[in-house]
């Protein structure tokens, strides 16, 4: 995983990434799907040039969100 959840990941906010290679925030470049309890979107580092599909859901309580496996 080239991309870590920035925390905290309140339910109530779109969720944010950081690059593990460069240690800075990442941007989201597009939104690939989502439902009610999942997002999944495209990360880039604007530093190093790393980029992923990333997946997120709500957490089992649905208070924030976590990388989904």
Known sequence: MNFTIHE?????VEPEF???FCEKPALR???AGSTA???TVEVFC???G?????TTRLSADGQR???AD
């Open 50 to 54: 790393a980029r992923k599909t990333v």
């Open 65 to 67: 969100w976590e990388l």
């Open 18 to 20: 950081d690059c593990i």
């Open 8 to 12: 905290p990941a309140p339910a109530n």
């Open 29 to 31: 470049s597009s939104e």
């Open 37 to 39: 309890t999942t997002r």
């Open 46 to 48: 604007r530093h190093c």
